[in-house]
C-alpha cells in the first residue's frame, strides 16, 4: 500500500511537473514546430484525420524520437515512411527530434470508439494479452503494456487507427517495415490474427 500511495505520489509529481520537461525536450519548441510542420497530417494536438496518418497523441516520446531517427537515417523504409516521414525527418536537428517527441508525447492520447465488430475484437483481445503458444505468436501485452500503453521506445497501440495498425503488422511480417523483434512477433499471424489485435486495439 505505502509503495503503491508512494509510486502514485510520484507519477502525479510527473504529470504535474510535465508541463515543460516530459522526456529531455523542450514542450513548448516542440509545440511550435508540430504546428508549423506537423499538424497538416498528424493534426495540431496529435490526432490526426486519416487513418494513413497515425495519432500521435500521448505516444511514447522515447518511441516518436526512435523512429524521426529512423525515418531520418532512413531505417525505416516501408512505402509510407519513404513517401512522407524520410523528406520531413531528413533535415531534423536532434534537439528538435526530442523537442518535437515532447510535445506529442504531452498531449492526452485517443480513446478509441467502440469495436464495430465484438467477437473479432474478443479474438484480439486474447491474442494481445496471452498470445497464440501453438502457433508461435507472443503475447504483446507483454512489451506493449497491459493496456496497450506502451513504455519508452515501445509504441503505445491504444486508440490507434485500425487500418494503420494492420498495415504495420502486415508490413512487419513481410519484411517491408524494419525490425527484428516486430519480425519475429508477427511471423505467424494471419491477416485475420491481424484485423482481430487491430479490432480490438482500435477500440481502447
Ligand atoms: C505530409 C504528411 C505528414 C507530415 C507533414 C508529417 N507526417 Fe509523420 N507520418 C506521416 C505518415 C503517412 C506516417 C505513417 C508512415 C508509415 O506508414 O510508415 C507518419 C508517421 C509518423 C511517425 C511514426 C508513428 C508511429 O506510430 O510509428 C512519427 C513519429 C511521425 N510521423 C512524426 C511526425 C512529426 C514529428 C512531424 C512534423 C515534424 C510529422 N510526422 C509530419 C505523414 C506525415
Ligand atoms: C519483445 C517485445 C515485443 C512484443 C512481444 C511485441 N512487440 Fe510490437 N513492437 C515492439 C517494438 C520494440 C516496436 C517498435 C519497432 C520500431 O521501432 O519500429 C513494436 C512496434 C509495433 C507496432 C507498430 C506501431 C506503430 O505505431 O507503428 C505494432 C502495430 C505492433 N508492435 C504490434 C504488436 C503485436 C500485435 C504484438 C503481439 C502479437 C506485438 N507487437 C508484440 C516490441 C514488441
Redesign the pocket.
Known amino acids: 500500500m505505502k509503495t503503491t500511495l508512494l509510486s502514485s505520489a510520484f507519477a502525479l509529481a510527473l504529470v504535474v511537473s510535465g508541463g515543460a520537461f516530459a522526456a529531455d525536450g523542450n514542450v513548448q519548441a516542440g509545440a511550435k514546430?508540430?504546428s508549423d510542420?506537423?499538424?497538416?497530417?498528424?493534426g495540431d494536438k496529435g490526432v490526426s484525420p486519416s487513418p494513413?496518418?497515425?495519432?500521435?497523441a500521448g505516444?511514447k516520446a522515447g518511441?516518436?524520437e526512435n523512429?524521426?531517427h529512423l525515418?531520418r537515417d532512413r531505417g525505416?523504409g516501408?512505402?509510407?515512411?519513404r513517401?512522407?516521414?524520410w523528406g520531413?525527418?531528413g533535415p531534423?536537428t536532434d534537439a528538435?527530434?526530442s523537442d518535437?517527441?515532447a510535445y506529442?508525447a504531452a498531449q492526452t492520447p485517443v480513446h478509441g470508439s467502440p469495436a464495430s465488430d465484438t467477437a473479432l475484437a474478443e479474438k484480439g483481445k486474447a491474442i494481445f494479452e496471452k498470445g497464440v503458444e501453438a502457433r508461435q505468436i507472443p503475447a504483446c501485452a507483454a512489451c506493449h503494456g497491459k493496456n496497450a500503453e506502451g513504455n519508452d521506445t515501445i509504441?503505445r497501440l491504444a486508440g490507434?487507427y485500425k487500418d494503420?495498425l494492420v498495415?504495420?503488422m502486415l508490413?512487419f511480417r513481410g519484411l517491408l517495415?524494419d525490425n527484428e523483434t516486430m519480425h519475429e512477433n508477427t511471423a505467424h499471424m494471419t491477416d485475420d490474427d491481424a484485423r482481430a489485435v487491430a479490432e480490438f486495439l482500435s477500440s481502447k
Not at 510542420?37 to 498528424?42: G, R, T
Not at 494513413?52 to 500521435?56: K, M, Q
Open positions: 514546430l508540430a510542420v506537423c499538424s497538416k497530417c498528424h494513413l496518418f497515425p495519432n500521435l505516444q518511441y516518436i523512429e524521426l525515418f525505416r516501408d512505402p509510407h515512411a513517401a512522407y516521414m520531413i525527418a531534423m528538435q527530434i518535437v517527441a506529442f509504441p490507434q494503420y498495415t504495420q508490413e517495415r
